[in-house]
């Protein structure tokens, strides 16, 4: 009975993350690059005042299945139908480039490998990394320049959304293909039948919550459903189709993303997330990572990793664009919009690395891309509008956290 | 990698739970009875969908403790201080009567034993569990009564609130001598020592939390670095002073709850609650027990647990409220008030099951203590007051959840 143990690492992960975390912000990182650093100082590799154990490793993936849940929920079907064929394909372009560029950049680092070699999916699990654009940093970057309600803005945003459920698909056929046991059909079939099943089963359970959110709206009832089919979601994907756990919920979010009540839904699973389960997801990144793995090889790459990370999808993105009819500044603009990762890049990593295709030791890469992007792209919005009007600047700085 | 087996569990939890605690309230029975069946029916005593692991025990303490600290965040020190010594006369008795009389309750039935034994302190225990009256529903039937800012309903949460601090320290007390490898002199120091560091400590967090609270009121580091404070104080208590950490959870709320956002926190906390601790400790009472253990003796020694349990508040707080000079039928209205249990002699008698002081087969009785005991006091302040005016009934009992 020593279960009181567990408190002082959730105190000191909790205290860490959310006092880094704000000086993050005060020098215009991102908050989770505070607490991925909180973890690395409070962990073995300095400090050693936070041992990872199972039991954090738990609430961990508890907080990345919450994170995803919340992506899913915040996507605007509605919206996605209106903005229409533009924004796909500058998405499906955003994905597939990052793509290929990342997988190619793990070859000229460590040599081309064959087709389904350990090797080969290591390259494509890199640029699969490089995928998923996190466009919260670019929302606010355009709202302060008054800008998110032009096309250019619209445009951002939409894709954005679509290159997060395009990266989960991808990202579900590779994980299946990495499956030693099953074949590449068996694989492919698994796949397409979960997404058959979630398109059934998701029509169905959002109907049936479309009656009982009209009758209980705003009730507590609400969210806690819907994180029982969040959870619900993610044990029947791995269990039953051998998908990611991630995959499930996201689309558990998806599927209630339309109801009125999503907002609410969102706001109680935010504050799940930000009082406990995501600190130490993030602080657990950090708590892993062993700083004596550190060397030239993995600097260099990082660095690399960054550069393609960014450029692929300012190529990817911004030559769509350009084709579809855009002006050459503004289809700048949407590629330099693309360019930001987030939480779902570190989640996507994370896969790779409990699932042994990645060594951990990437992470450093991933944690630099989503700190240098973050940091740039703002700024490279700012010079593009080329605009003075700065005046409600102050105000969102003060957003609570 | 197995780690999305959990969301099975916790599905299946949050679901049932859900389920169960929305039926209950529906009979108008306590939520917490609700959840706890919705754990027996899915434990391994009867569907099997669910077992006890070492993740959902540490997940059911984090409840708890979650629990206990927003029971002290709802401690009113300055209501205290104005209901003064009249309330705290009350509550003194409201624990002693029942400490003593569950103590010989636990006698009668398995016969006396001397100081000391193991015997001995199984009977306090029964008491201890007797001690903590959970104010909630009183209170909501005093509103419907339209009554709560009499004099009696003042009185009755004041005392309610003293008796949740006067218990917790008997049980600080209790636990501490448990201890073999301490003696009685050691222990009490200790538990001295410990309410000293709290009151010390306690004043510097309190005035440094004050000027920090004042400058981010009602942004998210607030509830988070209280939640920090609560860990860290359950952690210290046990830790250094052998102090339950139930205590400290309890004393870090009461720090904070003369806060300006004490309110604030406690709306955080209680999400993080309800959405996934407090299901998960509920149901796993259920879980956790046997039915397979159940017979005569134990369900003659409930049903005089729970007529020992509501006649000893009535005869406690009512006799004392008597020779304060309250009238008769207001006298008995306190008593009658002060009879309900929650969620705290749940927590209570966990912690003697977890101990290896009590047998976990004791929870039947107090869980049939909470229900009888939520069901009756209403009824009884009905007919007491003799009151016909339930006109703003409908509208309480639409409260969300």
């Given at each position: 009975?020593e279960k009181?143990?567990i408190f002082?690492?959730?105190?000191?992960?909790?205290?860490?993350?959310?006092?880094?975390?704000?000086?993050?912000?005060?020098?215009k990182?991102?908050?989770?690059?505070?607490?991925?650093?909180?973890?690395?100082l409070i962990?073995?590799s300095?400090?050693?005042l936070?041992?990872?154990?199972?039991?954090?490793?738990?609430?961990a993936?508890i907080?990345v299945?919450?994170i995803m849940f919340?992506?899913?929920?915040?996507?605007?079907?509605?919206?996605?139908?209106?903005?229409g064929?533009k924004?796909?394909?500058?998405?499906?372009?955003?994905?597939?480039?990052p793509?290929v560029l990342?997988?190619?950049?793990?070859f000229?680092?460590?040599?081309a490998?064959p087709?389904?070699?350990d090797?080969?999916?290591?390259?494509?699990f890199?640029?699969l990394?490089?995928t998923a654009?996190?466009?919260g940093?670019?929302?606010?970057?355009?709202?302060?320049?008054g800008?998110i309600?032009?096309t250019?803005?619209?445009t951002?945003?939409s894709a954005a959304?679509?290159d997060d459920?395009?990266?989960?698909v991808?990202l579900?056929i590779?994980?299946?293909?990495?499956?030693p046991?099953q074949?590449v059909?068996h694989?492919?079939?698994?796949?397409g039948?979960?997404?058959?099943f979630?398109?059934?089963?998701?029509i169905?359970?959002?109907?049936?919550?479309?009656i009982y959110?009209r009758?209980h709206?705003?009730?507590?009832r609400?969210p806690?459903?819907g994180?029982a089919?969040c959870?619900?979601?993610s044990?029947?994907?791995e269990?039953?189709?051998?998908v990611?756990?991630?995959?499930?919920a996201?689309?558990?979010g998806?599927i209630?993303?339309?109801?009125k009540?999503?907002?609410y839904i969102?706001r109680k699973?935010d504050i799940?997330?930000?009082?406990i389960f995501?600190?130490?997801?993030?602080?657990s990144?950090?708590?892993?990572?062993?700083?004596?793995n550190?060397?030239t090889s993995?600097?260099?790459?990082?660095?690399?990793f960054v550069v393609?990370?960014m450029?692929?999808k300012?190529?990817?993105?911004?030559?769509?664009?350009?084709?579809?009819?855009f002006?050459?500044?503004?289809?700048?603009k949407?590629g330099?919009?693309?360019?930001t990762?987030?939480e779902v890049?570190?989640?996507?990593?994370?896969r790779g690395f409990?699932?042994?295709i990645l060594?951990?030791?990437?992470?450093?890469?991933v944690?630099?891309?989503i700190?240098?992007s973050?940091?740039?792209?703002p700024?490279?919005?700012?010079?593009l509008?080329?605009d003075?009007?700065?005046?409600?600047?102050?105000?969102?700085?003060?957003v609570?956290s």
């Open positions: 009975m009181f143990l002082k690492s959730l105190a000191i992960i909790i205290i860490a993350s959310k006092l880094f975390g704000l000086g993050a912000r005060k020098i990182v991102p908050q989770v690059a505070g607490e991925i650093f909180a973890g690395i962990g073995p300095l400090l050693g936070v041992q990872y154990s199972d039991f954090l490793g738990q609430m993936e907080g299945i919450i919340t992506a899913g929920l915040e996507t605007r079907l509605s919206e996605l139908r209106k903005t064929i924004a796909l394909l500058i998405a499906c372009s955003g994905v597939f480039v793509l990342g997988t190619l950049l793990y000229a680092f460590y040599g490998a087709f389904g070699s090797d080969f999916y290591k390259a494509v890199i640029g990394i490089l654009t996190s466009v940093i670019t929302v606010e970057a355009l709202k302060e320049l800008k309600s032009e250019v803005g619209t951002i945003v959304i679509i459920v395009i990266g989960i991808v579900t590779v994980i299946g293909f990495k499956d046991t074949d059909g694989t492919l079939l698994m796949t039948l979960f997404f058959v979630c398109i059934v089963f998701g169905i359970i959002y109907k049936l919550f479309k959110d009758k709206r705003h009730t507590r609400i806690i459903i994180l089919l959870f619900a979601l044990f029947v994907a269990k039953y189709f051998g990611a756990d991630i995959t499930g996201y689309i558990a998806v209630l993303s339309s109801l009540d999503s907002a969102t699973m799940s997330s930000y009082m995501g600190p130490v997801f993030f602080a990144i950090g708590i892993q990572n062993d700083l004596s550190f060397n993995i600097i260099l790459f990082s660095l690399a393609v990370g450029a692929s300012v190529i990817g993105c911004g030559t769509v664009a350009r084709l579809e009819g002006k050459g500044m503004d289809a700048l949407i330099c919009g693309m360019m990762r987030g890049a570190l989640i996507v990593a994370q409990s699932l042994g060594d951990s030791s990437y992470s450093t890469a944690i630099l891309l700190i240098v973050s940091v740039v792209t700024i490279l919005l700012k010079v509008y080329n003075k009007n700065q005046s409600n600047k102050e105000v969102t700085e003060n609570q």
